[in-house]
């Protein structure tokens, strides 16, 4: 059901600033609750998590141990995290233009989330206000996040048709960032580093095309350098590196994502699988013949996945909160084993690419 949002948005372009704003916000029938604690990150206002969910009349807990907040809302438990680009409700994932992030010792979100994401999960109307606009929203079909997207994942045809001309590599956090963390204090940056420069010199070595890293240490990322790989001419892939955790030990496996081709792929005839689904597939295969569990292929508008049409895969590489999985992830050698099954399938999709163009 469409709510209706009143909604004053403010686009403010800085580093991260303390009181930069202050905010009113309220659910239907309540009277409005002022949050003066508002933080500019890269443009954006944040606000601490508990402070929203308290003016709303909700609540959530923070679980250090796998490194998440749930938050309880009117459709159920949704599960978030530092640095993830998803709000996960049961087996639904809603995509979020900014990422939760950690600013003076609390976990904050962006003003977009409480108005958007947030919203879907609250019965009735939500009024949000920033009473000190700087700069007026402009007016556009598309956010400068999805036009970054657009611009970046416009995929360029191979000048002889086959193959793979270079691969671009985007392991997932860094820096500031850890993204989900294991029982033994592994963090999802390492693994996702990890197995990323492993990945990076097997298709070096066997395929001699150039390898595109959006990071290549341990360092925080723009949306615009984490994506900047993408740009590059000879890229005709991009994979996307993460891992995950969950409150139990229970759930474990790979789990690989692309985005729906009724919302992206605009090159896509009606019912033909997208590139991103062959490469997933081919990934897939590659994965299970290793003997590696694989949960499956998931079509999820998230928003790391991006729009246009650059065949585009994000990858789960297991949960750090499983104890089979934690050992493979933080194990040099199963690092190895998940890079070598990955170079795999991308090697089968070139090869099957190279066969279609003939």
């Known amino acids: 059901m469409i709510r209706r949002i009143f909604i004053t948005i403010l686009v403010l372009f800085g580093i991260c600033t303390p009181a930069a704003a202050v905010v009113e916000l309220a659910r239907e029938g309540r009277s409005p609750v002022t949050i003066e604690e508002v933080y500019l990150h890269e443009g954006e206002p944040y606000l601490a998590l508990d402070d929203v969910l308290r003016s709303l009349g909700l609540s959530g807990k923070w679980d250090s141990v796998a490194h998440v907040f749930r938050i309880k809302t009117d459709l159920g438990t949704a599960v978030i995290s530092p640095g993830s680009s998803f709000i996960r409700l049961g087996e639904r994932f809603i995509s979020l233009d900014q990422s939760p992030r950690f600013i003076d010792g609390r976990l904050r979100v962006s003003e977009t989330f409480v108005t958007a994401p947030l919203a879907q999960l609250v019965r009735g109307q939500i009024y949000y206000r920033n009473l000190h606009p700087q700069v007026q929203t402009v007016s556009d079909d598309q956010n400068p996040l999805d036009r970054l997207f657009a611009f970046l994942l416009r995929k360029k045809a191979p000048a002889n048709g086959s193959a793979l001309r270079g691969v671009a590599l985007d392991p997932g956090h860094g820096g500031e960032d850890p993204g989900a963390i294991g029982t033994d204090g592994l963090k999802e940056k390492d693994v996702a580093l990890a197995v990323a420069r492993r990945l990076e010199k097997r298709l070096k070595m066997n395929l001699g095309i150039p390898i595109f890293l959006s990071r290549d240490g341990d360092y925080s990322l723009t949306p615009k350098q984490r994506f900047s790989p993408a740009a590059n001419p000879e890229v005709d892939v991009l994979i996307q590196l993460h891992a995950q955790a969950s409150l139990g030990e229970g759930p474990r496996g790979l789990t690989l994502f692309v985005r729906p081709e009724e919302a992206f792929e605009e090159t896509a005839l009606p019912g033909e699988q997208t590139e991103s689904m062959l490469l997933a597939q081919q990934l897939v295969e ?39 999985d934690l050992a493979l992830l933080g194990d040099p050698t199963g690092q190895d084993r998940l890079a070598a099954a990955l170079f795999k399938g991308l090697n089968n999709y070139a090869d099957m690419q190279k066969e279609n163009s003939h």
């Open 286 to 324: 590659a994965l299970e013949q290793d003997g590696l569990l694989v949960n499956g292929i998931v079509k999820a508008p998230l928003i790391p996945l991006g729009r246009g049409d650059l065949p585009t895969v994000l990858i789960e590489l297991g949960y750090l909160s499983h104890p089979e």
